[in-house]
């Protein structure tokens, strides 16, 4: 019961900290091109102006309308099985493999809403999303293998308490390294927007989303972006570690940060790939990881 | 016992009286229902029986082939009990479809009593085949189940691939069942007998005596099963002969024949075979042969347009999953018993969901063939505002074979990733083939989406207006609703159904081999599974993920309906342009493209859609007047003069029959007569 309240704790801190990575990460954008920048509150802003705006509905399905519900739904139930500042709330309810899954069940309901719709564009970015997924989750899950390999265990606790005391070795460095890569997809930032590509297929699956359905969208999106933070600072960079829980929370905030500036970094520096070289780029990552499992497995 | 005989006659009768029912389309249906569920209700009764109070074992053989260790003998133990219910609850929900399927146009020119008497004799041969413990009788129904579901294939014999297909088949399964009989009279030889009993102390005989001779013996047996499971590269038969069986029968091969092949694996491998160094070469075996039809079968399957033959690949792709794991587990018989126990369990937990959601989507299938009659997925679309109830039936399965929480497939994929990943921080290689699975299960799911979305979703295709309207018949709704609710009851309980394999396995296996099914499992009762292995836990509680999923939607349907804003139906914007819904969508044909171009094998100018090696069988075209041309033509040496002659002689003999009085006097004379003189010449020899 402990572990359900403060599950439900961590959701809504999830749910209401993850504009204000968003605004931060903007922030940095704006810092890297030289710009003022939109005020670090503007997601938020920009979710309450989408969730007061009309809902245009231009197909007859349901998941055209409920999809949106469902997938913050979905990445939201995932953060109950993430450390985020203490060990997962309801970790003997789901370890690592669980909670890829979940964040899977997100994507595809991306997906569903894409494929309801009419629209061609929507198809496309849809049918984009799946090979994204079928490329950057397999990259995501080796990279935790690898490091389930080296804790001899597939909870993300058993994992962070492992290598808090192990030191680096290879095979943890090309983990961390295609993970890096893997979330900047899975945050859909550049080089790896290809999904969404506003110029190209605008917006892609979002295309006929309006309103509150895209504003749960947006939100979604945030709370990835803030989830696969996390869980690269628990599993990657856990140190320093506090035993009291508020330190260690402010702490994961600072390294979310810096986090963010590495990816805002490649974000602005980096112009978008095209669908097959990004499927290119990283069944080659794939292979590397590959490789990083087979120096786990060895033990280096 | 007696129950279970009840059953298989029941099922024998209804197959005589759909044959003496002749062309009554309709209620001959009803009588193929009526029987296999009346069957069913005494099945699953003996099935509540053997897990209440122990097997059911006949004390004395049925009958005794006289001068052969083989008699007919049933023995219902918790395995055979486990499958038995699958088998029957496929049947009256595969009856109950055909019902309405099989009036469709595009088998109005055949005769139904062919179909369903062979369809219950296939299902009379199914559970005999599971509960029979004699190996000689074992091979008699499982090829009457072969030759039954060869009919099948080839019903509606009018169409040129469908011969070819069932041909295909035909050829195929029959040399894995000369493979399965060679491994048994080896066998037989050393034990004397066939009963499974015999067989399973000659095979700890053998294993120390002549470990070599076992090894060929286990590698027959597994070639046969794994061609019947269509593991590649032996089950080459199913993507042909699946899409060429009507709906119905497709289902049930899915549902209950090629799960026969992984009975008949467990069977050998962990029931016959004691652990020792030949599970952990076989184990291997098993699991790099579940991988391989894993990686090839679903990889092939995201390049195909037809719908059956899409569906038939991922049958390839899911019996590599069951394969893996319970290669898994046999490979850790030896070393690992719980280990051994959690793969075993999650290879038959997979087995079950694949038989739920499987037979779900090939029910789908049908429904949308009954609808638009055609099975090209480029040709379809927009179903769901006809079928919208067909729809959600399918994204449910969908969403379960593709391994998405918190349905089925997810709890038996779960238990199937822990299971390698943990039997890879022993031997690294089961890491490997559990990545690939995991891999695999995202090709899954992306081939599926474009399933679902090019025949339920996107623009309506023009073969709307032909359509009928209002969704499919009841009759074929329910046995689709029957399943989908099983995809989520397994879902949200998985401990429910790993219960109860657990009992089913452990009674193979010594006493005290492994703890209780809590030992195994974890405390927690209803919804969850908790496994510590090797002191590393790990678990998988759905009810309690569910509820906080609940709870978040509750919470995103707050923030979604919180504006209270206004909506307004619109057309779809084309970036302005007014389009032709023809020009606007997106073919089945078009999703992945960038994907598929990777994984084309391309060399020189030879180029294949995707990694699926077609086997081209050479056509064999004899001379007319070749020697062996006229040896394999049977009919032409044999049949036609035979009857050619015996009919020249009956005609002859009939001129005899003129109607005279005098001329039948005069043959009675002449009757009279030759006897006489016969019983002269013979009582003058003695």
Redesign the interface.
């Known amino acids: 019961m402990r572990g359900f309240l403060f599950g439900l704790w961590q959701i809504i801190l999830v749910l209401m900290l993850a504009p204000l990575l968003d605004g931060i990460m903007r922030k940095l954008v704006a810092l890297v091109h030289s710009r003022i920048g939109p005020p670090v509150h503007q997601p938020y802003l920009d979710l309450l102006k989408l969730l007061g705006k009309e809902e245009m509905v231009s197909s007859p399905y349901t998941f055209f309308r409920y999809s949106a519900v469902l997938a913050l739904a979905a990445i939201l139930t995932s953060a109950v099985l993430v450390p985020l500042g203490a060990a997962p709330p309801m970790e003997s309810s789901g370890d690592i493999i669980v909670f890829i899954y979940l964040v899977t069940l997100a994507a595809v309901m991306v997906v569903l809403s894409g494929i309801t719709s009419d629209s061609p564009f929507s198809f496309i970015g849809a049918s984009r999303e799946v090979m994204f997924l079928l490329t950057v989750e397999p990259v995501i899950v080796v990279a935790l293998v690898i490091m389930a390999i080296k804790a001899q265990s597939t909870q993300f606790s058993d994992v962070i308490a492992y290598h808090a005391q192990a030191p680096f070795s290879l095979s943890v460095l090309i983990a961390g390294g295609g993970l890096f890569l893997a979330i900047i997809a899975q945050m859909a930032r550049l080089p790896f927007d290809t999904v969404e590509a506003d110029q190209e297929i605008m917006e892609g699956p979002f295309i006929e989303q309006s309103g509150p359905k895209l504003a749960l969208f947006k939100w979604m999106i945030y709370v990835k972006q803030l989830i696969f933070a996390a869980v690269f600072i628990a599993v990657f960079i856990p140190w320093p570690m506090f035993e009291n829980y508020g330190l260690s929370l402010v702490t994961i905030l600072v390294k979310m940060a810096i986090l963010l500036l590495l990816v805002a970094v490649v974000h602005v520096v980096n112009p978008r790939l095209r669908i097959d070289q990004a499927v290119r780029f990283f069944l080659i990552l794939l292979v590397l990881e590959i490789g990083g499992l087979a120096f786990a497995l060895v033990g280096s | 016992m007696p129950t279970f005989f009840a059953a298989v006659a029941i099922y024998l009768t209804g197959a005589l009286i759909t044959l003496w029912m002749g062309d009554r389309r309709r209620s001959i249906g009803w009588v193929a229902w009526g029987a296999s569920s009346l069957a069913t209700v005494l099945i699953l009764a003996c099935v509540i029986q053997v897990f209440t109070s122990g097997p059911i074992i006949m004390e004395k053989a049925l009958w005794q082939v006289p001068g052969l260790g083989a008699s007919l003998l049933f023995r219902i133990d918790y395995l055979s009990a486990l499958f038995l219910a699958i088998i029957s609850i496929i049947s009256v929900l595969v009856t109950l479809y055909a019902q309405s399927f099989m009036q469709i146009a595009h088998y109005q020119q055949q005769s139904l009593r062919y179909f369903y008497a062979v369809l219950l004799l296939f299902f009379a041969a199914v559970i005999a085949v599971v509960a029979i413990s004699d190996l000689f009788f074992f091979f008699i129904f499982w090829e009457m189940m072969t030759l039954c579901s060869y009919l099948l294939v080839i019903y509606r014999s009018n169409d040129a691939t469908r011969l070819r297909a069932g041909f295909k088949y035909f050829f195929m399964t029959h040399v894995a069942t000369a493979f399965l009989f060679i491994g048994g009279l080896v066998l037989y030889l050393h034990s004397g007998s066939f009963s499974f009993t015999a067989l399973k102390s000659a095979m700890v005989q053998m294993q120390s005596a002549s470990p070599g001779l076992l090894h060929l013996v286990l590698g027959f047996f597994l070639l046969g099963f794994a061609t019947k499971a269509g593991i590649l590269p032996m089950g080459d038969w199913l993507p042909d002969a699946y899409p060429a069986a009507p709906a119905p029968a497709s289902v049930s091969f899915a549902g209950s024949m090629t799960k026969l092949g992984i009975y008949g694996v467990i069977r050998v491998f962990c029931d016959f075979l004691p652990a020792g160094s030949h599970s952990q070469v076989w184990g291997l075996t098993i699991a790099c042969l579940g991988a391989i039809s894993i990686l090839v079968g679903t990889m092939t399957a995201l390049v195909q347009e037809d719908a059956k033959r899409l569906l038939s690949f991922h049958v390839i792709g899911q019996m590599g999953y069951i394969f893996l794991a319970i290669g898994t587990g046999i490979y850790f018989l030896p070393v690992q018993p719980v280990l051994a126990i959690i793969a075993l369990g999650a290879g038959i937990f997979h087995l079950i969901n694949n038989v739920c959601y499987k037979s779900c989507l090939f029910f789908v299938a049908g429904s949308v063939f009954y609808k638009v009659g055609t099975r090209d997925i480029n040709k379809i679309g927009g179903l769901?505002?006809i079928l919208p109830l067909t729809a959600g039936v399918a994204?449910i399965a969908f969403?379960s074979i593709?391994?998405?929480?918190p349905f089925s497939g997810?709890s038996s994929k779960?238990l199937i990733?822990?299971a390698t990943?943990r039997g890879?921080?022993l031997k690294?290689v089961f890491?490997?083939l559990g990545?690939l699975a995991?891999?695999v299960s995202?090709?899954t799911?992306?081939s599926f989406?474009k399933f679902?979305?090019s025949v339920f979703?996107?623009?309506y295709a023009d073969n709307k207006s032909k359509a009928k309207t209002g969704d499919v018949p009841w009759s074929m709704q329910i046995p689709q609703f029957v399943l989908a609710g099983l995809c989520i009851l397994f879902g949200l309980f998985p401990r429910l159904p790993v219960q109860w394999i657990f009992r089913a396995l452990t009674p193979l296996f010594p006493p005290g081999f492994v703890g209780d099914a809590s030992s195994v499992y974890g405390h927690s009762t209803l919804a969850?599974l908790?496994l510590h292995v090797?002191d590393?836990?790990?678990?998988?509680?759905a009810l309690?993920?569910f509820v906080?999923?609940?709870?978040?939607?509750a919470?995103?349907?707050y923030?979604?309906?919180?504006?209270k804003?206004?909506?307004?139906?619109?057309?779809?914007?084309?970036g302005g342009e007014p389009i032709k819904n023809e020009d606007?969508?997106?073919r089945a044909h078009?999703?992945?493209l960038?994907?598929k171009?990777?994984f084309r094998i391309r060399i020189g100018k030879y180029e294949r859609p995707g990694v699926y090696p077609t086997i081209r069988y050479p056509d064999i075209h004899l001379k007319k007047d070749d020697f062996w041309h006229r040896l394999i033509d049977v009919d032409r040496w044999f049949y036609t003069p035979l009857v050619n002659a015996t009919m020249r002689f009956l005609r002859f003999f009939s001129n005899t029959h003129s109607g005279l009085p005098h001329v039948y006097l005069l043959w009675m004379l002449i009757g009279a007569l030759l006897t006489v003189i016969l019983l002269f010449a013979f009582s003058a020899g003695k």
């Open positions: 769901a505002t994204v969403l593709a391994g998405i929480p997810f779960w990733y822990e990943l890879g921080f690294p890491v490997i990545l995991i891999f995202a090709v799911l992306a989406i679902i979305g979703y996107g623009k969850g908790e090797n590393a836990a790990a678990g998988w509680q309690p993920l906080v999923f609940v709870l978040c939607a919470l995103a349907f923030l979604f309906r919180s504006a804003v206004t909506q307004r139906a619109d057309q779809t914007w084309f606007g969508r997106y078009s999703y992945y960038p994907f171009q990777i």
